[in-house]
Every structure is written in structure tokens, then in C-alpha cells.
């Protein structure tokens, strides 16, 4: 594969340029027998929609999921599941002037240099537009996930240098607040510098949580395909990612053995914990309590500030980035970062189905 | 698989349990026609070698590499290189008495409740033991990249509390102290704060960074199977890893995008960068220059302080963990990163061999 | 995966229902810098159609395909290639009355006992009809072979009773009758003895032979991973194929080993054979001599002719089964055995270019 | 990878050449809590053994497998199993003249076109000698299958121009005679062949027959990952195999479809069949029936009968090969085609348990 497929039991393989007349997914591996209706895609792909809020790009998408294959009478069959999503409102002249300049930030260099042909229309392939195939293959994931009792909720923690205060933590404002921060203070803050931003025609990045809650223990692989590194991948395969981290994450590093450890209790007989400083995660496999990880997103790199940079024929330049670009992406990048984690957990739960015999003997229904 | 093979086209499959009569690893897709000898291995793995300092663990092995096939006449036939490790230094009744126990911070818990058995002794497989087998197979990875013009080189920036200070960084020096770090007066410093945790029976975590140099423009493939995202996956697979940045990493989401854009001109007909805070990858691909990030390692789990756990009968307990452990992981550890990058790096780059159908022509000699 | 995946460095991904909206396939490791166009595929496709001779189901699919990715300026760009060819003439009413009866030879029945849940509409995704997407994804792969001067060339060698005679083989007749037989005594045979069984409502087999001419030696791996066994799986993936043969094939197991060992000579500086018992692969690895292999295809299961089978409701019944079949699949299935040939050498043909350090220092450029 | 890795759940990586020190194998993905012992796997390896008949080769190899990880207090921990075989009775001098030469027959010349370098002792990885991995990880997947009711058995039908008469078929005389045939004339008619072979110098080769029983229905993935193009590929990638059939084979190309369907009925509520033409295969999923191929072995390539081939350095030669081989390899392969048919049926009957979701929350303990 040449990195557009993904997973090894729970699969999507995406495809698609930005400009194109549409963008794809399909899921493969998928258990059959499981309701799933587009409604479900829909409603997660409207949360990453552009063209919603001020502080996001002015390029009208529906972004409507059809469902080509592998769900009969609402039902998935277990046969690949194919979801379309078409391009609606292209506007390609507006990166004709783009063709032979390399913007700073973005992968318009190094795709010339990897392929030596590049579709430079709004950023082909390496465009944001991609993020839409993951989050509707990761609906399909939460759908499983959601049989299962395991959920998936991401929120914004930072925006440029306004961070969430925990004290003031409330998950109930991520849902009331176009930034989905948890934190009602936290994002009118955040909104005056994002407006600041903007009026310099300039551009914020910021960092994302996540909580996994329900996992059973057990999901996780040792080794090469521990659950902490295949989010790691996940997240950082999201474009901006620039940083990831499980728990206390690169504060542990600071931290004591005796203060960094999760001392445990048992509590009616369940195993319970002072702290979550691993992020729900211990050698690779989730102990069952809330896996917990963020992501650090980069600003936009497409602002109109001019800068310096290079062209395809050998001068240097400036350049200003023209088109409809988010000055802040953080709050749509939200769904996308639920997206794949939930993709690695469904992936992961099947492949931990498969760990212990006494497992395969209750499918085949072998007697002990 | 399982965990323990990674990897798509230069691959390791890794196997052996600390306390087991050996590990060992198995290089598929290493190129034919490479000089390679026992001693290319042998230089990695006695960085990593356990019992030449008194901040890591006392446990003699010497960590003798063997190389059972792959190689002929000094040289590799294309076939797969097996390399075997014995365990020498086995003391297991120093684990009996954690037979019943889970030592927080420790996979104990998840594996017993994933498999529903464990070998308890010295943590079986999910002992940083196995990352022995890492750097050999990283080892052989390096040899490759040599070749090529390509290193890969770690060093400590920060332990506990200390951090190198940037102003005074100089990379002769990890290779003088037993720390890796790259500040005389920063090693110094973390050296006394580490004595002062041994003497709590307690343990520290560390921050370790990686640059990869000589790479050509073009290395990492779109989307999922980034340079990032793969490195981020190999790094966070090290056990104690919680957390891992490219470049600016999480101060890149602090930033304004006109300030974090590495901005390009050309010098002598070559395309420049005057900062590099994506650390060398856009869009999932390198550019060329040097790439760069970091890893951050929590305190080692294993401290003789008591703590309160859990037993696997149901009952609360306390513990101190006797063995031989390290109080500090982070100095062996950094050419376990350096092990992990050269693999990813590897793998990489023969896959970027196969993104232009010029390149395919080249090799099997057909006329364009 | 669930199996909707193949290949390794050159891969597909197909999707889709006999009698769902459309069906499709996603190019993922096609070389960047190829000429592409819809017509290349067409061109492949239209051997595959249905409804153009008497010997062929009914249906009547224009199976025109469309390209919604990864080409730019009809050149390939490296990047998800994604085609989609829309179901037209669906007439799921036909297959109403096989909902709940599992017809004989087909695989109703192991779907039922696999998902529970089964798309009986024209026999869902174990319809022919999927294979029409390996035909477009084999169409990029032949245009790749084609740029690297491998052809990949298949015909009818038998139709039922009836075989082709060597002394009378012609290549050219192939293309000038409807069964592709290179031997027009033995088409007319053939033709007679299907028009018989199209008379009681009955149906034929066949067998198809495949030469791959141009390959370079080298290609395919040791091992696991062999030529011979990547084109075993990938004909034997195809529907109602029983047997697959190298060479000699089956009657290499009947003879001496001085008569099948194939003799070598120099003739001006380069290695011929009197013989090529092996079909052209030696140790799973291409010599460079022709590449052939040969298919056999069960006759087509769906008959007017009544038979005993069981429905779903736990009854005996018998069963005549109406819709447009094929009482012949052979002919069509010519295209779709090079297809998955073309696929297999594609894919071998990248990862044999990784397969010596030589190859990898020229296409870097680096110095021996 | 490069073709030593196999599977995609239950995986075993085999290393080693046929002169080396050793050669072995990583099981990962069997799944922890089965007992397993070295007696488990050394009762198959004896069966492949060599030295031990008037037929087979000299060479005196014990053969003894090493149980190096994977197994604490004789059960199985869900981590990899790595097995060694240590290569005693080398005589590499018997191949120095074959260094420079390339042996009709053998991988010795595409090896070398390959990767430009090879062991030529032996066959070096190309020799037979590695199957004696498969045969130990195959021993572990019997385990696991036995444990669900499922056995893989396999007999030879026919050596040289030699079949057994399915009239006189027998299977407990496989057992009897050292050719494993299942019918006492047949093997003493191919018993004197094969001595009249041996006082030519020549060899022979001969048809193996599988039958898997006790698989349940519903094991085999649709599309590319059907059972019998898994089994086609494992198969066919043993050395000497030319061609596979599932049930009624090259047969079935000759049959009408009203001949060959399979037709069913109830008897006591269980499914049954008239016939078995497809093998217990339909859509590549089994149907809970015997599962039943053949494999066509060419005659050892390796005689001592002179025959004209080529040197290295351009010119023409005759050779008679030296050393210690088997005149007829079918008995001694035996088990080997049980163990990949063995590994096939382990790695798709872990897939198959994640093919509807309700055997998903039957593992997890959900509510329906």
C-alpha cells in the first residue's frame, strides 16, 4: 500500500483529491449484523463541515454520505462498505496562481519532489478535504464501538496560548461553544485572540483531548502494536498533528516513580485507581479505566501574511495564500481526532477477541 | 500478527521473554548484497547493555549478538538475518514474590487480564529486555542507511527536572557522559538530582531527541503511512514512552502561523529553510533537511518505595519492588530510539523507491 | 481485512453488490508518472461485458467505467486511484424466489452460516459480477506492465469435453471467435457441444491458459511469497476456478526427473531452454522465459435443471434457477485471469526492485 | 516483508539456510491458554525427516526442536513462539562443484539473477530443508485446531505414473508403507518404479491428497481471501509443487453443471450432500463439510543422470548433481502439505470469529 489503508481487521482504504469531482471510503472488516443507516455518517461528518462558523473556511460542502455498499435492509452484511462523498463547490482558480510556487508549511515541495507530478488544486491529495473519509469510516467505527459500550469524545484543551483551566473543567460547554472547549471562560479567551488572528490575516493552532471510556481491559497488542502506539500513529497521521501524548504524557518525564505510578485499590471488587497518570494504558494493553491522549495541532500554514518562499523554476518569491482557508482548524480537526481513535479501538477490540482460546472455544461453541 | 512484527517491506519480527534461555529477532527485506558483520551489531547493542554504570540495573549480560542466517561470505544474500541472544544473567526467584502481585506502573495487571496467564519473571515479554532485539534489528537498519548516506542520532535533552540548556548544546559531549546529554553542566546537574532519587529508593524520567540526517526529499508516503505518523508509532511502541513531538511539537501550537511557516529561498540552486519547526516533514513527507523529534520517557515503574497495589487474589496489598532495576532508563534507551527511527527510516525509504514510475525504469533498465 | 484487499506495493480494494447502485475498485501503489485514461480501463472491461453473444448471460451492463482519483492531466499521480462502474440493468425481482432456498454449488448457503445476513439479490458480493472490478484494477496494472514490456495474454485451452489441439494452436484465432480458442476446429466443437447444453438447460466448464511474456528475471519472492504461489491465490480467488496449474502442472508429476528438469544452453551470451516444464519460475523466482500457467473453471452452477437442495427454513425442495446466466462463464473470464496476473506481476514487479542494494544506491543516486 | 512471513492472525516468519548453523521459526498470534509441548511438534517433524528410508536422502538430521519463548509451565502466553532446528549433518564440500554451476531444475540461477549474490551450499534457502519450519509451526496450528475438533490428514495417490484405486482406498494403510499410500498394490506398484528410477539416477514425483475435517462452516473470507485461494497459495508455495485442485479439480472443467453441482438435503436438520465436487468450498467459504485438495510434486530436479546447462561464467555444461538427495521427495512431503493446509485453517478460522458482531459480544460478555 502506498498509505491510504488503514487498520488489519476493522480497515478503511480512503481516496480522493481535494478538487476532484469526489472523495471516498471504503470499510472492510466490518462485522455484519450491526444497524447502520448514512444518518449515523452524517452526523458526525456535519461536525467537521466547513463553511458553519466565522472562524472556519468559507468553502460551502454538504458533504452528504452515501452508503454504495455493504448494508442490506439497514443492516452491514460484512461485505465492504463503500461511502461516497461528493465535491460540490470547487473553485480551482483559485489556486491557479499556487501551480508552480511551493507554499510555505504545506507539502506542495516535497510531493514534487516524491512524485514529480502534483495535483495543486486546493492541495490535492495532502488537502484537509481527506480528514471527511476518516470521519465517516470512524462513524462507522463509533457505530460498532457504541454496540459495545465504548464511547469516544474529543474536545479542544488549547487554542493558540489560551488553555483550558481543569478547575472550570465542564464537558456539558464543549457542546454549547463553536470551539468545543470544555470551558466557557477558556473559549471567549480564545475567541478574542482567534479574532485577533484573523484580523492579521494570520493563523492559531491548539490541542486536543480525547477520552476512550468503556474499553474493556485487554484491547491493546504487545510490543510493535500497543494501543498507545497505534493512536500514536492515528493521531499524528492527521494533517498539523505535530505532537502526541498518553496521560501525564511529556509532564511524566518531570515526574518521581513514587508519584508518576498509578497506585491501585480494590473497590467491591474491582480493581480502582488514585491516578491516571498512563492514560488508561500499561505496556501496550488498556487496563479498562479511561484511556486518555492529546494532540497538538500547528496553525494553519495558509494565511494571508506574505512570506518568503521558492518556486518550481529555481527563483525565490513571496506569497500571500489566497482561497478560503480556516484561520483556526482546531475546532473542526475535534470529530477527526474521534475519528481515528475510534478506528484503532475497533481494530484493536477485534484483534483482542482473538487473544485467549478460551475466546475462540465460546465463538465456535467448543466445550472446554 | 500479534504485536511483534513491524514493518512492510524491511521488516523484524522480534521474540523471547526476559527470563527465557534467550531473545532474538528476525530481519525480512533487508537488501542483498550489504557487508554486514556480528561487530555492526554488537556496537549498538552495547550502548544499550544493561550493568556498566551505577544508574542502571546490575544485571550482568553481556548481550552477545549471533547472526544464524542471511549473511554469506561476510555479505547479505537478500534472505532472512535471524540473530539470537542468550539470556545469561537469569536470577528469577528475585520475581517469585511478585508471582501474585501487579506492580502499578507495570503491564502485570493487562497481560494477566488480556491472556489470562503471564510469565511474572522479570515481566516475560513485557520487559524493556525485548528492546534488545529492537537494536539489533535497528542496528542492521543503520548499516543500511549508511549506505545510503543517512544517520540516525539520539541524545538525552532533559532528566527529571533538568533540561540541556539549547545555548550551550554541544553533541560531543553525550558521548562523553553517561547520561547522552549534549550540556556538561546539564548532565552534571541531572547526575545529582538521579543520586538524590536513588537515595529515596525512587527513579526518574527523561526526555530523549533524534535527528535524522542525509535523507532525500521524498521519504513517507501520503496519509496514513506518514514519516510522522510512523515514527510516532515506532517511538511510542518503547515501553515508558508517553508522549512524542516532530519539530516545534507542542510549542508549535502556541504559535502563529507566520511565525511557525519554515519560510524557503535558495542557496546555490538548493532549497533552504531559515527555521525547521515542522522538523523536517510536510505533509507526511521529508524534504530533505534534518528530521527531528523527540520522546518523552516516564520515571522507571520499578522503585523500592512502598506503594499501595492490588493482588491477583482480590486482596489490597503494599509493595516495594526488590530486583535489579535502573533508577533512570532514559541513557539506555536512546539508541533503542535511534533503533526504532532506522527501522521506520528503512522501511520508508524502499517504499519511496516505488513512487515514480521513472524509478521503476531506472532500475530494471528500460529506456523512457 | 476481510478480504477485499490484494497486494502488497500495487493493491486493490474492491466493493460492491451484484444488484447494489455501482460497484468499484481503489488503486492504491500505482507509480506516479504514468499515462491513464477511462479508456485503458474500457478497453479491458469490454471483454468482460455480458450481453454481447449468444453463450452469455442477458444482462445488459454498459460497465462504464469512470475514474474519480488519482490522475491529474491524465497522467497518474501517485495517490488512491478510484473507479466506479454504475449497476444498470438490475432486476433484483428475478432472484425474489431464491431469498430463503440456498442454490446447489453456489454460495448462499456458507454465506447464511458465515454473517447470518445475506444480500440474495443476484448473489450479492459472491456474484460474477465482482470480478469486474479486478478487471479495471488489472487494467492499471497491464498499462504499468506495458510501459515495462510485459505482456500478460490468456485464452481458451478447453470448453468442456473439447481441448484445443497443440499441433493446431494459433494465437490469432483467439481474438476471431467468441470463446477465444486458438484453434478454430476446436471452437466449433466447443460451440456445438455448449449449444447442446444450452438445449437442456445446462452448463460447461472450461479451462484458460495465461502466458506472461517480457518479465525481467528476478521477479517474485522466496519462500511464502513465491510467483507461482501469489498467481495460485490470486486465480484460485477467482470465482468457480477448481484447479491451477504451473508448467507441466499435473503431468509434471508424472514424469522422470530428466525428462521435466528443463536443460540449458548459451545462445549469444544469453540462458535459453529446450523446455519450459517449470512454466518459467524456478524456486518461485521468473527466469525470464515465458510465464505460464493454466485455470480450470467449474461449469456455471445456476441451470434450469432441476435439482435437490434445502432451504433456509430447515425443508427439502427443489429448485430451477431462472435470471440471465451464462450456460458458458470461460470466455468471459479470460479478461479477468490476466486481470489478476497482471495484478500479481505488478505488485512482484515493485517489490522485486527492492530486492538488492544495487538497485536501491540507483535510483537514490548514490555512488557504489 | 520478502516472502519468509505468512498469515495475517495466526503468522509464523521462517529464517535459515540449509548449511548454516541453523534454521527456525516465530509463530505469533496463536493465542495464549493451550497446552503445547516440544514432543507436539518434533511427532511431525519426524515425519519429514530425512534418512530414514531406502528413498529418501542420506543426510542424518535429528531434527530436534527448540522451544525458545512463547510457553511458561507448558501453556502457551499469547506472545511469539520461536522454535529452532539446529543443522548438524552439513557437508558443504559435496556442493563446491556446484558453486559456479546452475542445476537444471533448481532456483540456482534465478536466485543469482535476483539478488547477484548465494549460498550455494545446499540450495542454501531455496533448499527443501526450510520446510522442516513450516512443519514445526504447522504442528503448532494443528495443536490449536485439534483443540476445536478439526484434523488435517493427507496421503499420496500417486508417485511417478503410479495412482492409487480409489476401489481398494484405505486409510490406515497410509500409514503402513513409507510412501503414505492408502492403498497397499498401488504402493508396491510404485514402490518398484521408484527403484527402477534409482538405478537410472533418476527421480520421480507424484499427487498428495488433503482432507480437513470438523471445520465448521462459515471459516474462508470472500473475494481475495477465499479458503481455497488461501490453500492454493500455501500450497503452492512449497517447493516442487506445479499445480493444486480443490475436490473435483481439472475434472470439474470436463463436467456439465447438473454433474457437478453439489445437491443438497436434510438429514436429521443437518445439511448434507450427494456428492463433494467443489471440496467443501463454496465461495471460498467451507460449508462444514470435508475440505479436500490435491498438489502435483515435479520429480526431484536433483539426479545424477548428466544433463546440459550453463555456467556463470558464459559457457555451455553438462553436470551430474552430487550430494545426499531424495530419488522421490512426495512421502517425505507428506506432512509438510498438512502443515500449510494446517496454518491456512488456523489463521482463517481466528479471521471467521470476527465476521458478525454477535460473536463479537458473545466474547465480550454484551447483552444482545
Given at each position: 500500500?502506498?498509505?491510504?489503508?488503514?487498520?488489519?481487521?476493522?480497515?478503511?482504504?480512503?481516496?480522493?483529491?481535494?478538487h476532484g469531482?469526489?472523495?471516498?471510503?471504503?470499510?472492510?472488516?466490518?462485522?455484519?449484523?450491526?444497524?447502520?443507516s448514512?444518518?449515523?455518517?452524517?452526523?458526525d461528518?456535519?461536525?467537521?463541515?466547513?463553511?458553519?462558523?466565522?472562524?472556519?473556511?468559507?468553502?460551502?460542502?454538504?458533504d452528504?454520505?452515501v452508503?454504495?455498499?455493504?448494508v442490506?435492509?439497514g443492516?452491514?452484511t460484512?461485505?465492504?462498505?463503500?461511502?461516497?462523498?461528493?465535491?460540490v463547490d470547487?473553485?480551482?482558480?483559485?489556486?491557479?496562481?499556487?501551480?508552480?510556487v511551493?507554499?510555505?508549511?504545506?507539502?506542495?515541495?516535497?510531493?514534487?519532489?516524491?512524485?514529480?507530478?502534483?495535483?495543486?488544486?486546493?492541495?490535492?491529495?495532502?488537502s484537509g478535504?481527506?480528514t471527511?473519509c476518516?470521519?465517516?469510516?470512524?462513524?462507522?467505527a463509533?457505530?460498532?464501538?457504541?454496540?459495545?459500550?465504548?464511547?469516544?469524545q474529543?474536545?479542544?484543551?488549547?487554542?493558540?496560548?489560551?488553555?483550558?483551566?481543569?478547575?472550570?473543567?465542564?464537558?456539558s460547554?464543549?457542546?454549547?461553544?463553536?470551539?468545543?472547549?470544555?470551558?466557557?471562560?477558556?473559549?471567549?479567551?480564545?475567541?478574542?485572540?482567534?479574532e485577533a488572528?484573523?484580523?492579521?490575516g494570520?493563523?492559531?493552532?491548539?490541542?486536543?483531548?480525547?477520552?476512550i471510556?468503556g474499553?474493556?481491559?485487554?484491547i491493546?497488542?504487545?510490543v510493535f502494536?500497543?494501543?498507545?502506539?497505534l493512536?500514536?500513529?492515528?493521531?499524528?497521521?492527521?494533517?498539523?498533528?505535530?505532537?502526541f501524548?498518553?496521560?501525564?504524557?511529556?509532564?511524566?518525564?518531570?515526574?518521581?516513580?513514587?508519584?508518576?505510578?498509578?497506585?491501585?485499590?480494590?473497590?467491591?471488587?474491582?480493581?480502582?485507581?488514585?491516578t491516571?497518570?498512563?492514560?488508561?494504558?500499561y505496556?501496550?494493553?488498556?487496563d479498562?479505566?479511561?484511556?486518555?491522549?492529546?494532540?497538538?495541532?500547528?496553525?494553519?500554514?495558509?494565511?494571508?501574511?506574505?512570506?518568503?518562499t521558492?518556486?518550481?523554476?529555481?527563483?525565490?518569491?513571496?506569497?500571500?495564500?489566497?482561497g478560503?482557508?480556516?484561520p483556526?482548524?482546531?475546532?473542526?480537526?475535534?470529530?477527526?481526532?474521534?475519528?481515528?481513535?475510534?478506528?484503532?479501538?475497533?481494530?484493536?477490540?477485534l484483534?483482542?477477541?482473538?487473544?485467549?482460546?478460551?475466546n475462540?472455544?465460546?465463538i465456535?461453541?467448543?466445550?472446554?
Open positions: 500500500m502506498s498509505g491510504s489503508h488503514f487498520g488489519k481487521n476493522f480497515t478503511i482504504t480512503t481516496w480522493g483529491e481535494s469531482p469526489a472523495i471516498g471510503v471504503v470499510i472492510d472488516g466490518c462485522p455484519a449484523g450491526m444497524a447502520l448514512e444518518e449515523d455518517i452524517q452526523r461528518l456535519d461536525r467537521r463541515r466547513p463553511g458553519h462558523s466565522p472562524y472556519t473556511s468559507k468553502r460551502g460542502e454538504p452528504a454520505a452508503i454504495l455498499s455493504g442490506f435492509d443492516v452491514t460484512g461485505t465492504p462498505l463503500s461511502i461516497r462523498i461528493n465535491n470547487r473553485r480551482s482558480v483559485d489556486y491557479s496562481d499556487v501551480d508552480g511551493y507554499r510555505p508549511g504545506h507539502a506542495d515541495y516535497t510531493y514534487d519532489r516524491k512524485y514529480g507530478i502534483r495535483d495543486y488544486r486546493g492541495g490535492g491529495r495532502s478535504r481527506e471527511a476518516r470521519v465517516a469510516g470512524g462513524a462507522v463509533r457505530r460498532f464501538l457504541t454496540e459495545l459500550g465504548v464511547s469516544v474529543a474536545y479542544t484543551v488549547a487554542v493558540g496560548k489560551t488553555s483550558v483551566d481543569r478547575s472550570r473543567f465542564d464537558q460547554q464543549a457542546m454549547l461553544n463553536p470551539f468545543c472547549m470544555p470551558d466557557r471562560r477558556a473559549y471567549e479567551c480564545a475567541a478574542a485572540e482567534t488572528a484573523i484580523q492579521d494570520d493563523s492559531l493552532g491548539g490541542v486536543i483531548e480525547c477520552v471510556s474499553a474493556r481491559p485487554g491493546g497488542e504487545p502494536d500497543k494501543l498507545s502506539a493512536l500514536a500513529r492515528a493521531i499524528c497521521s492527521i494533517n498539523a498533528v505535530k505532537g501524548e498518553m496521560g501525564a504524557g511529556f509532564n511524566a518525564a518531570r515526574m518521581k516513580g513514587a508519584e508518576n505510578n498509578d497506585e491501585m485499590y480494590y473497590e467491591n471488587g474491582v480493581v480502582k485507581k488514585w491516571n497518570n498512563a492514560g488508561g494504558i505496556g501496550g494493553i488498556a479498562g479505566s479511561d484511556i486518555v491522549f492529546r494532540a497538538a495541532f500547528k496553525p494553519t500554514p495558509s494565511i494571508s501574511v506574505s512570506q518568503n521558492v518556486g518550481a523554476d529555481g527563483e525565490n518569491r513571496t506569497l500571500r495564500v489566497k478560503r482557508h480556516d483556526l482548524i482546531v475546532p473542526r480537526a475535534v470529530v477527526v481526532v474521534e475519528a481515528m481513535a475510534a478506528l484503532v479501538m475497533a481494530d484493536l477490540t484483534q483482542g477477541c482473538l487473544s485467549n482460546i478460551s475462540i472455544k465460546k465456535l461453541g467448543v466445550a472446554k
